[in-house]
């Protein structure tokens, strides 16, 4: 096994690729604000990985960043590069999806070395494949294997945490049920998560156990089968928020986070919590229209989606935003809301930033190991960088 040297924090996996180059772009420009990280007071130093040297070299002066940023080969198909960029560092950060075509090997390779990884999947049936491989290996080695670190599923997870909290602060014990309401939101769906779901059905296709994992609130929580939870799939008028609501698309792989968020905790948040996500389209006439609508017309998969590589333009990410609202029930009547807020838009301006945050945090993580979610593992450090750092907030709703 090659010797770890820590030479840097973080290296970006990727960096050459549409939502890669982000990232990379968003450390550059961190890095250029002070020598000192603003949440943890230290310098940190990073480097951008990828197949190719050339390409790696346009794209640090494409996004200016310095000219003696280390450049690293490393190929998917190419173990021994791998292992050889991992020994170099103390967290991965990929982007190269997806995942369940080109993330095994790096998975492992982190997991041997016992570092930290952090990516973008919303692939369940690959996360608990991997969960079964390697959560035992990755406790031993001291690994902090991340996943879902982006749109998908950090505002979710991080936003029934930090509920959580104030829940157990107020009241003196965690809400028995939240629910996820996105309350708007601009921007579009990654060409990165389209060809994700166009994998994944190709892997249902092939094996039924995928199709379970997928339609089970607790895919990823092994052993452990929790509350009945809300199908969430149907137009209904929610009377608590005046609104219409109807099925959210990334609410599938949300809701799995968050209960094995939980799980993870110890069931912080209780056994028998009920979490469900949904899609707020206003009140009236128009509201139930508009449910209708979303819930009988695919917002992805289909022949309009963005390829892989491609992405809008700086001004359409800049011009995006989402706000989703947590609710917090008990059943004496008491309820409790928070909101969470990005500046930019969900699949690519925030989600580079999220992610980014979420391997810095990793690099000081002094958790045990294993196969983790950014809220249990990092919970309110990863918060406090958020908002810091990346336009988000986390604002409880008197």
């Not at 390697?134 to 406790?139: C, E, R, S, V």
């Not at 939240?178 to 309350?183: F, S």
């Not at 008491?334 to 990793?362: C, F, H, N, Q």
């Not at 993580?365 to 908002?387: D, F, H, S």
Request: aromatic share 8%; hydrophobic share 40%; proline share 6%.
């Amino acid at each position: 096994m090659t010797a770890k040297t820590n030479e840097f924090d973080l290296i970006v996996y990727g960096a050459t690729g549409y939502t890669g180059r982000l990232v990379a772009e968003y450390l550059a420009q961190q890095l250029a604000k002070g020598s000192d990280d603003p949440v943890d007071g230290w310098p940190w130093r990073w480097a951008m990985a990828g197949r190719s040297l050339e390409k790696l070299a346009e794209v640090r002066d494409l996004i200016g960043a310095p000219a003696d940023t280390p450049l690293i080969v490393a190929d998917a198909s190419d173990p021994a590069s791998l292992d050889a960029m991992c020994a170099r560092t103390k967290v991965v950060v990929t982007t190269v999806g997806p995942y369940q075509l080109y993330g095994n090997e790096l998975v492992a390779a982190c997991v041997r070395a016992g570092i930290g990884y952090a990516d973008l999947c919303g692939e369940p049936a690959w996360m608990r494949q991997m969960i079964d491989a390697h959560h035992g290996a990755a406790k031993q080695s001291g690994a902090h294997i991340t996943f879902s670190c982006g749109f998908d599923s950090i505002p979710f997870d991080l936003g029934v945490f930090v509920l959580q909290q104030e829940c157990i602060r107020r009241f003196g014990a965690p809400a028995p049920r939240i629910k996820g309401r996105v309350r708007a939101m601009n921007g579009k769906f990654s060409g990165g998560t389209a060809a994700s779901l166009k994998a994944t059905m190709a892997a249902a296709a092939k094996d039924r156990s995928v199709i379970a994992t997928l339609a089970s609130p607790f895919g990823l929580t092994p052993g452990f089968e929790g509350a009945e939870q809300p199908a969430g799939n149907k137009p209904e008028y929610d009377e608590q928020l005046g609104s219409w609501a109807t099925s959210f698309i990334m609410a599938p792989i949300n809701t799995k986070n968050v209960h094995r968020s939980n799980f993870l905790l110890g069931h912080m948040y209780g056994a028998d919590f009920v979490y469900d996500e949904m899609l707020l389209t206003g009140p009236g006439e128009g509201g139930e229209q508009m449910a209708k609508f979303v819930a009988s017309t695919p917002m992805i998969g289909t022949e309009n989606d963005p390829k892989p590589g491609e992405g809008p333009t700086k001004e359409e990410r800049d011009s995006g935003f989402y706000d989703v609202l947590f609710v917090a029930s008990y059943p004496d009547g008491r309820t409790l809301r928070l909101s969470v807020k990005g500046d930019k838009d969900p699949g690519y301006g925030s989600t580079s930033k999220m992610i980014a945050e979420t391997g810095i945090a990793l690099a000081t993580c002094t958790a045990p190991g294993g196969v983790w979610t950014p809220g249990a593992l990092l919970g309110m450090k990863l918060v406090e960088r958020l908002e810091a750092n990346a336009g988000l907030s986390f604002t409880v709703e008197e």
